[in-house]
């Protein structure tokens, strides 16, 4: 019989995290936070002298979902910042890989955010309301992503992430910076949002 192929990561922090079976107690912010601010979004397609990481991503939309619901408690600002927390093992994977891999990417994206959570105080699951602000926050942060450092005109980008409202986007400027600097600043505001919670 073939040993079981090996399905955990282990971590700067020293833990060892299980993707198929992933337990709030080895996951730790400074893993999260290292990892988004290393991994590029849009393939690292974009323009600069700094991939544009999955954190600095995340930051900007606990922003717009500021600004959508600005009177949200703490935990669903912390919702947002971490909603694409399980990429800090399973990269960003862009739209069309996604759909290519099919319902398993679902499946292992769903275990390790549900660990994520719990292991910072958040349900298991958001509620769908909250997941719907979420998203709509995902989608302004995506255009102007798309506009600003990706090659799209504004007409494609409304055509593929739709047209945002101005409102959630004015005076937002997408930042390229090192990676040191971001993760710095997303386990900085992780560490504010905790110390609202009640």
């Not at 079981?4 to 299980?18: E, F, I, T, V």
């Not at 996604?98 to 994520?116: F, I, Q, S, T």
């Not at 799209?152 to 739709?162: L, T």
Request: net charge negative.
């Amino acid at each position: 019989m073939a040993p079981q192929p090996r399905a955990w990561q282990r971590m700067l922090s020293g833990r060892r995290l299980d993707l198929l079976d992933p337990t709030p107690v080895d996951i730790e912010i400074e893993d999260i936070a290292h990892g988004l601010a290393f991994v590029a979004r849009w393939n690292g397609q974009t323009y600069g002298n700094f991939a544009y990481s999955v954190a600095e991503h995340s930051l900007l939309v606990e922003t717009i979902f500021g600004r959508i619901s600005p009177n949200a408690p703490a935990k669903w600002r912390l919702a947002a910042l971490l909603h694409d927390a399980p990429e800090y093992v399973i990269g960003d994977m862009i739209s069309p890989v996604k759909a290519a891999v099919g319902p398993g990417y679902g499946a292992l994206d769903e275990r390790l955010e549900a660990a994520v959570h719990i292991r910072f105080g958040l349900p298991a699951k958001v509620p769908a309301s909250i997941k719907k602000q979420i998203k709509k926050a995902d989608r302004v942060s995506a255009w102007m992503e798309a506009v600003q450092i990706a090659g799209f005109d504004a007409e494609e980008a409304d055509k593929f992430f739709g047209k945002p409202d101005p409102a959630l986007k004015e005076g937002l400027e997408i930042t390229l910076r090192p990676p040191v600097e971001v993760r710095a600043d997303f386990t900085a505001r992780h560490a504010e949002l905790l110390e609202q919670l009640p």
